[in-house]
T-cell receptor, first 115, second 114 residues
Framework: ETGVTQSPTHLIKTRGQQVTLRCSSQ?????VSWYQQALGQGPQFIFQ???????GRGNFPPRFSGLQFPNYSSELNVNALELDDSALYLC??????????????FGPGTRLTVL | GNSVTQMEGPVTLSEEAFLTINCTYT??????LFWYVQYPGEGLQLLLK?????DKGSNKGFEATYRKETTSFHLEKGSVQVSDSAVYFC?????????????FGRGTSLIVHP
């Protein structure tokens, strides 16, 4: 069974640029969530996708957007990058929407640095 | 809004010492509670969970009891090992307004010395 994978591992961008991060969910999982983890902080929920539709969004501006594909893989897009967007971006998948009982499986993350 | 507060770290212990990491929460609904662990260089892993009041979650010698009256979910282990050194995150999930919004604490670093 393949776990959650993310690409790229590391990324360096400059202010104002756009970035796309990718996530492959664990086999059989139809729900993907994205988190931003700043250094020394806990993960902050960005949004969640269930069967290709956004289902829940945290306190992030519209320049953070996402997609989920029919194979349940997902992308996180960030436009007009700011210095404060520098963080570890985590993807997590789960086998359904009932996340109060379903475990989330996290990927290793993508480290984004904005200069 | 929802929030999770964890004790500040790092927590430094000797091997075989007793561990407590405090976690309290604020939620509008009836959340499920979780502890996640993040080992150096790795992603978060679920350690244990509890879905309703008075439930006890346990795994790998760690335990935490969902205390609704004190809105707490403290993590305990009777005898820590060097391999338990990691960052521990308390989290809740609450289906507020029909959408799922998970909330994590800031994390508590645990360092265990031989």
């Amino acid at each position: 069974e393949t776990g959650v994978t993310q690409s790229p591992t590391h990324l360096i961008k400059t202010r104002g640029q756009q970035v796309t991060l990718r996530c492959s969910s664990q086999s059989g999982h139809n729900t993907v969530s994205w988190y931003q983890q700043a250094l020394g902080q806990g993960p902050q929920f960005i949004f969640q996708y269930y069967r290709e539709e956004e289902n829940g969004r945290g306190n992030f501006p519209p320049r953070f957007s996402g997609l989920q594909f029919p194979n349940y893989s997902s992308e996180l897009n960030v436009n007009a990058l700011e210095l404060d967007d520098s963080a570890l971006y985590l993807c997590a998948s789960s086998p359904g929407l009932a996340v109060d009982s379903n475990e989330q499986f996290f990927g290793p993350g993508t480290r984004l640095t904005v200069l | 809004g929802n929030s999770v507060t964890q004790m500040e770290g790092p927590v430094t212990l000797s091997e075989e010492a007793f561990l407590t990491i405090n976690c309290t929460y604020t939620a509008t609904g009836y959340p499920s509670l979780f502890w996640y662990v993040q080992y150096p260089g790795e992603g978060l892993q679920l350690l244990l969970k509890a879905t309703k009041a008075d439930d006890k979650g346990s795994n790998k010698g760690f335990e935490a009891t969902y205390r609704k009256e004190t809105t707490s979910f403290h993590l305990e282990k009777g005898s820590v090992q060097v391999s338990d050194s990691a960052v521990y995150f308390c989290a809740l999930s609450d289906r507020g307004g029909g959408s799922y919004i998970p909330t994590f604490g800031r994390g508590t670093s645990l360092i265990v010395h031989p």
